[in-house]
Antibody, heavy 120, light 111 residues
């Protein structure tokens, strides 16, 4: 059974830094496309970042230069390092496994979500 | 503003059929990229309902079906049940971007 368990969320001040973790079981983060998606209060889903199995990383314009996606293969854990946090980064953050094949790209396994609140 | 356009809300009575549309462009759905649908209940993670336009993951009732034509896609739900009340999101990919794209979401109310 695949499980993705997130941790690390909390209340942060603007300009602060935070690291989210996504511990995986039942799949290998090193051999899958792994993605972070967020949902701000009252808003829709927003793609944030993807880490390819080969190591390439891609970011949404709203977080590029401030957020970094990475993984620790030995811990089978995906991370999202966030810095220079803004109020508009307040959201529930989800990690997910992305299936990417030809013209298809979808998210089949999701974590439970981790709430990040940025407020002074 | 989302790259994919969905109606903000739809509604239907129990037992009825409803459809939710998802309109894209020539750079995403119209370029041949597949469309997926997710069900989102408050406080829970999104659940994959439909993948590659028409396919249901194991465990998803056949009351849910998807279709795609041109630059648009649709999710149909037949035999509406109270438990179907949720937010529904379409998702695809865009050749000008580097990640998946979502519609703005549609809130389904079961009257």
């Amino acid at each position: 059974e695949v499980q993705l368990v997130e941790s690390g969320g909390g209340l942060m001040q603007p300009g602060g830094s935070l690291r989210l973790s996504c511990a995986a079981s039942g799949l290998s983060v090193s051999s899958n496309y792994m993605t972070w998606v967020r949902q701000a209060p009252g808003k829709g889903l927003e793609w944030i970042a993807t880490l390819y199995g080969g190591g390439n990383t891609y970011y949404a314009g709203s977080v590029r230069g401030r957020f970094t996606i990475s993984r620790d293969n030995s811990k089978n854990t995906l991370y999202l390092h966030m810095k220079s946090l803004r109020a508009e980064d307040t959201a529930v953050y989800y990690c997910a496994r992305e299936v990417k094949l030809g013209a298809t790209a979808y998210l089949d396994y999701w974590g439970q979500g981790s709430l990040v609140t940025v407020s002074s | 503003q989302s790259v994919l356009t969905q109606p903000p809300s739809v509604s239907g009575a129990p037992g009825q059929r409803v459809t939710i549309s998802c309109t894209g462009a020539r750079s995403n759905i119209g370029a041949g990229y597949d469309v997926q649908w997710y069900q989102k209940l408050p406080g829970t993670a999104p659940k994959l309902l439909i993948y590659t336009n028409t396919n249901r993951p194991s465990g998803v009732p056949d009351r849910f079906s998807g279709s795609k034509s041109g630059t648009s896609a649709s999710l149909a739900i037949t035999g509406l049940q109270a438990e179907d009340e949720a937010d529904y999101y379409c998702q695809s990919y865009d050749s000008s971007l580097t990640g998946v794209i979502f519609g703005g979401g549609t809130k389904l109310a079961v009257l």
